[in-house]
DNA sequence: TATTGTTATACTCTATAACTATA
DNA sequence: TATAGTTATAGAGTATAACAATA
């Protein structure tokens, strides 16, 4: 069988495994009242800490009105608080709840156990050349999407 | 650095190659008037032929009301055309056009080259290894998956 | 009685444009 | 004049439930 094919085939795979990952992911997720994108909201607030609408819609590169919808929804469901930002009073200011902290943490523990089940049984040499060509992958990938981006 | 922190990084460049990947892939095809949905569905009505809108819906994991959203729009954008189903009156028989056929054999072809992009400048040692890993963690994921859906 | 596909309704994510309050 | 976030509007994908036509 021909390179050609084999990299054709191996693309399938990919792309299987994105929808497999969106589903368990979609589904996982919905078991705590959460959807992935509200989810990567989450993260980036882990990440940066209590900050404004306006930055979460920069991170996420999502319009400032998608994240007015967002943010509606982990309100509604008590995991972030909208406040008013301290010092610039056209902004508000976005932080967790405790209930939404506590999520968090089971969320980065569920993460990691996910990790581990996927990869655990793999042998150490197995794996470590998997991430070597993941590595290459995502570099190409990119390159990729810069090359299409100057296109357009 | 230890293996379980390692898992985790690899699964966060996992992670982040579905989230490049789809946005690369709706960027393209948006381009030729398509979604990443209607396009799964074009591509199940390029392995079967001309079928059913209820075996979409089976094949596609998903509602008949949401077959009856995606063909609505493809058949406004000229890829597919509904027609009566030649022995059973209560089905429709979903077939594509000849602008249709013509879209698929053009995006066949961008795939297979996408594939050369991502995978021809690795080197083959790497590119089996990458491929055996994924294998594993295909299979592993289906576990996790089929595992979870027994909680449920 | 069961099946196919539709209408009705609803929720989520996404966008642009117009507007308000503030800087 | 520019910025932060909202309301208004729209399109896409998803779902369930009720219903029509047909099997």
Redesign the interface.
């Known amino acids: 069988m021909s ?2 094919h ?3 085939l ?2 399938d ?6 929808v ?5 992911m979609t ?2 997720l919905a078991s705590y009242g959460l959807t992935v994108s509200r989810t990567h909201l989450l993260w980036e607030l882990r990440q940066r800490g209590p900050t404004t609408q306006k930055a979460l819609a920069d991170a996420l590169q999502v319009s400032p009105r998608t994240v007015t919808g967002l943010i509606d929804g982990l309100v509604s469901s008590g995991f972030v608080t909208r406040e008013p930002h301290p010092s610039d009073r056209r902004a508000t200011h976005v932080s967790f709840t405790e209930w939404g902290v506590s999520i968090m943490v089971v969320l980065e523990r569920s ?2 156990e ?9 042998p ?1 040499t ?2 470590d ?10 570099g ?3 390159e ?2 810069a090359a ?1 981006a100057e296109d357009a």
């Open positions: 390179y050609t084999r990299y054709r191996a693309l795979r990919i792309l299987e495994l994105v497999v990952l969106n589903d368990d589904r996982s993460h990691a996910f990790a581990q089940a996927l990869f655990a049984s793999m150490d197995d794996f050349c998997f991430v070597v060509g993941l590595d290459q992958l995502l190409r990938l990119r990729h999407v299409s």
